[in-house]
């Protein structure tokens, strides 16, 4: 509005410098002005008194205009039912508690029974999806049309949804390729890695280390042939990615070239025994040996820092680590448990336990696994997976206080954990409220059983410093595990 | 009347009472916890030996707690409240205990008691002796503000920003001192204006033409028509005495509370309560002022519709009001607001013609969409017409996951192609943003 902008320019100058140039004014108002000019004490009085008349004059000029904006498009219609009332009532009151584990459980139950949320709720949730990757899908389905709709108006909610992975890992930011090449990994490992391959030329050395992690999923031999074109890239730490992905393919050259290397090694000897029974074979090492120099290349070192083993005796324990379990058996013609008993037979046998522990580890064989914790309490973190509840929840009580993170131990994220195993680790936590705080327990709430809350009280902190912080957080899991309990009812 | 939890939220007096009552509404926390169609009441086990005895009136939104804390409401009646929208079965149906009896019944004798002082008689002549004075001691505020205003134009207002906020600080305190209250709340925002933002130029010549326009319609009060005259003088900080506003013919309406808004000014709250006639269609502004140690007279509920006669104050374009009497609060099945922005621009601008006064308030406008290309945002109206859309994106992304493309009813706050939405309404609900 010029009148205005006059205004503005006289005020900014002042009425001892410039005077209000009038003739720029809509003619109609002219009179009203000369009228105020004659009226006033002064020109500030009157540029103050053209002032208060143009801010009026301002205020209701504006007419609305037909913009060439396009409307929106109208959401598509939704499928899925939306949550009633006292779900919905459920979830603010997840929200309002901030709790990602408690909102999990939401988004798991309303998932379940095929709802979708109600709409107003949906920017808080797709908020938490932008930060919350595993929740995500769930939050994703939880929102229905809606929430895909939402996504054209901010691009930090665009999911990706709907586009397959390659187009993802083709288009994608950095962080979106990794995680469609684990996806892809997932459902057509060949694939994946096909296109892996054929991108590979032309992927920065920080970005390739970063993709070849997703070829660690379904890794099998096929995967061989690229793992060793790359051996020979530029990058260090690429190699050595690519070293310890061959090292967990069980007819891998690496693999196959440390076996033969060690085989010599393994001596079984009978010792008379009846018919050749078993029972009475030993194991002897042959520590006479030299490594080739390439096999340092493997990752093999001389010095083992916790002084447990001689030089000779620690590289042997790398190399038996190298060796699939399955190799043992073919070549003892012995089984798991058979084998375990040959090297526990002497003292200088036994120490490799251990080294069969990272066998199994390393190539994730369940039933060594199994077998190793149950009578050699050798811990193989990465088949925990494949074992049943009991004795995953067995281990987790073992090891509260090794493992900060307890989904290493019970990775299942979705289920409840029994009252025995959920009240051993509040006694063990509640002796460290302050390390252990609400922090930690709203990402893991929703595995405990409502009922736990009644047994709270019975759990006394020994250090007397800390029992006050344990009451106040008491106090919280109460409330968390109150809001689980409305969860429930709800559903 | 189902309050929903943004509803009651609004309520708080604060965040952290937002933060505290959310906590409360535990069920752990609670026992005895009843309902009926006039109160809600439950225990809350506090760091006390007793429980806290919590009551809620449900049929104008009044608390009662017997905790220590001075604010209104304290966190254990929003935690009552909370509870109650999440999970009603936690509550019996049926007669009162006798502390909840007893308090409704206290309340509604109040009301009573203050119905008889309104009919009190007034003496007319002391009052008009004391506004009289008032005025002399004005007329000399008056003065010396018109000196600076004058002087601030003289010398240009570029170098403003570099006089910080002393000189309008200490003009709020003359102001203060020669009685004119309304000066003085004008003042104090061009204290507190920020000039690092773009345009300050604008909204500081704006403060000074409002003052200004106050001041110099002060000067003519005399030959002005007598609602104008009041205007002015309500403007300068004159009230009009409730108890005569109480004794004149109120309007009945079914009233929906548009949207609340609280403020402090130093040790007081003042607080915005917008109303719509739903039959007389009349926009009504309900202020209240009040510490924080005393609750308000007046709960009003964002999206609730109450019964009340509301008397005005005289004006020439009347709005301000007070609540005389109050009936039910229930929820809105409808709201009935512009037809298209034409309608409202229009209604706008007969306000200012009437009174240049009128500050901008809440209107409801019905049937608009959004458009936009995700950088600008408009409300179209039903024949297409546009204005912007002014918002954070937080409130922006709640109306767009609500409307999901489709119209609406919006309450709107702004002026000049720019507004605000404050609430909306689809499907029945009516949503605070």
């Not at chain 1, 990465?382 to 290493?408: G, M, N, P």
């Not at chain 2, 309008?168 to 004008?186: E, H, I, P, Y």
């Not at chain 2, 950088?375 to 999901?404: P, Y």
């Amino acid at each position: 509005m010029r009148a205005w902008e006059e205004i503005i320019h006289t005020g900014i100058i002042g009425t001892d410098k410039k005077a209000v140039n009038t003739q720029i004014f809509s003619e109609e108002l002219l009179p009203l002005f000369e009228k105020l000019e004659k009226e006033a004490e002064d020109k500030e009085d009157f540029f103050l008194s053209l002032s208060s008349v143009i801010y009026n004059y301002r205020r209701g000029s504006f007419l609305p205009q037909k913009e060439t904006v396009t409307e929106l498009p109208l959401c598509e219609a939704e499928i899925k039912k939306h949550v009633n009332p006292s779900q919905v009532s459920s979830l603010q009151a997840v929200l309002g508690d901030e709790s990602d584990s408690l909102l999990f459980y939401w988004l798991m139950q309303c998932d379940k029974k095929n709802l979708i949320t109600n709409n107003e709720l949906i920017p808080a949730l797709l908020e938490i999806a932008e930060r919350n990757k595993e929740l995500r899908p769930f939050i994703l389905s939880c929102t229905g049309n809606r929430g895909k709709w939402m996504a054209r108006f901010n691009p930090k909610w665009n999911f990706n949804t709907g586009l397959t992975e390659k187009e993802i890992f083709d288009h994608g930011k950095p962080d979106e390729r990794k995680e469609a090449l684990k996806n892809w990994r997932l459902k057509s490992p060949d694939e994946a890695r096909a296109a892996l391959m054929q991108s590979w030329g032309e992927e920065q050395a920080a970005t390739r280390l970063e993709l070849l992690e997703a070829i660690e999923i379904n890794l099998n031999k096929n995967d061989e042939e690229f793992l060793t074109v790359i051996l020979k890239d530029k990058s260090q730490k690429v190699k050595e990615a690519a070293i310890k992905l061959l090292k967990q393919v069980p007819d891998s050259f690496i693999v196959k070239e440390v076996w033969e290397f060690t085989r010599p090694l393994l001596l079984v000897k009978k010792a008379g025994g009846l018919l050749g029974m078993s029972g009475k074979e030993t194991l002897d090492l042959n520590l006479s040996f030299d490594i080739p120099e390439h096999f340092k290349s493997y990752g093999i070192s001389h010095i083992d820092a916790n002084k447990i083993y001689s030089e000779k005796e620690f590289t042997l324990d790398q190399l038996l680590g190298f060796i699939p379990p399955s190799y043992y058996e073919d070549h003892f013609q012995m089984k798991a448990e058979q084998i375990m008993e040959l090297f526990a037979k002497k003292p200088e046998t036994e120490k490799f336990i251990s080294s069969l522990a990272s066998s199994t580890n390393n190539f994730k064989n369940g039933e060594w696994g199994k077998l190793l914790y149950r009578k050699y309490n050798k811990l193989c973190t990465s088949v925990v997976k494949d074992f049943d509840r009991e004795l995953q929840e067995e281990i987790a009580v073992a090891t509260l206080s090794d493992f900060k993170d307890v989904y290493s131990v019970l990775p299942d994220r979705t289920n409840e954990w029994s009252m025995n195993f959920t009240m051993e680790l509040l006694k063990n936590k509640s002796q460290d409220p302050y390390g252990y705080n609400r922090n930690y327990y709203k990402h893991i709430i929703h595995h405990f059983p409502v009922s736990v809350a009644e047994k709270l009280d019975s759990i006394t902190v020994a250090d007397p410093l800390r029992q006050s912080y344990w009451e106040n957080l008491k106090e919280e899991l109460k409330k968390m595990l109150a809001i689980k309990q409305q969860i429930i009812q709800s559903f | 009347m189902n309050l929903s939890e943004d509803q009651i939220l609004a309520l708080a007096p604060d965040d952290s009472s937002k933060k505290s009552g959310k906590d409360l509404a535990n069920p752990s926390k609670w026992a005895n916890t009843g309902v009926n169609e006039k109160a809600l009441w439950g225990e809350c086990q506090g760091s006390g030996k007793n429980p806290y005895r919590t009551q809620v009136d449900l049929s104008n939104i009044a608390f009662k707690c017997s905790c220590p804390s001075r604010k209104f409401p304290c966190k254990h009646g929003l935690g009552v409240l909370l509870l109650y929208a999440r999970q009603k079965n936690l509550f019996s149906n049926g007669e009162s205990p006798d502390w909840v009896k007893d308090w409704i019944d206290k309340r509604e004798e109040k009301k009573e008691k203050q119905q008889e002082k309104a009919d009190k008689p007034v003496d007319l002549e002391a009052q008009a002796k004391r506004v009289q004075q008032r005025l002399k001691k004005v007329n000399g505020g008056i003065d010396e503000l018109q000196l600076v205003l004058k002087d601030i134009v003289r010398n240009g207002i570029l170098n403003m920003p570099e006089k910080g906020p002393a000189l309008f600080t200490n003009l709020t305190k003359r102001m203060v001192d020669s009685q004119a209250s309304g000066l003085a709340v004008m003042t104090r925002e061009v204290a507190e204006m920020n000039y690092f933002s773009d345009g300050w130029q604008t909204t500081f010549m704006d403060h000074l033409s409002r003052i200004h326009l106050v001041v110099s319609a002060f000067r003519k009060m005399e030959v002005l028509p007598d609602e104008l005259a009041e205007e002015i003088k309500s403007q300068l900080g004159f009230t009009q005495s409730t108890d005569e506003l109480k004794q004149q013919e109120g309007l009945n309406d079914q009233w929906l509370v548009l949207g609340k808004h609280t403020e402090q000014q130093e040790q007081l709250f003042v607080q915005r309560n917008w109303l719509l006639g739903t039959n007389s269609k009349k926009y009504a502004l309900v202020l209240q002022f009040y510490v924080r140690t005393q609750p308000p007279e007046l709960n009003l509920t964002p999206g609730t519709l109450i019964e009340a006669e509301l008397s005005f104050y005289k004006s020439i374009c009347p709005v301000r009001a007070i609540v005389k009497n109050l009936g039910k609060t229930s929820a809105p099945s409808d709201i009935k607001g512009f037809e298209n922005w034409v309608q409202l621009l229009q209604f706008e601008k007969e306000q200012y013609s009437k009174s240049p006064f009128v500050t901008s308030m809440p209107f409801v406008i019905n049937d608009v969409k959004f458009a936009g290309d995700g950088k600008r945002w408009f409300f179209n109206d039903r024949e297409n017409k546009s204005v912007a859309v002014q918002c954070e994106d937080k409130k922006l992304h709640k109306l767009l996951a609500v409307s999901g493309g489709n119209s609406f009813s919006a309450v709107v706050v702004g002026g000049e192609g720019h507004y605000e939405p404050i609430a909306m309404y689809i499907n029945k609900s009516f949503i605070i943003l």
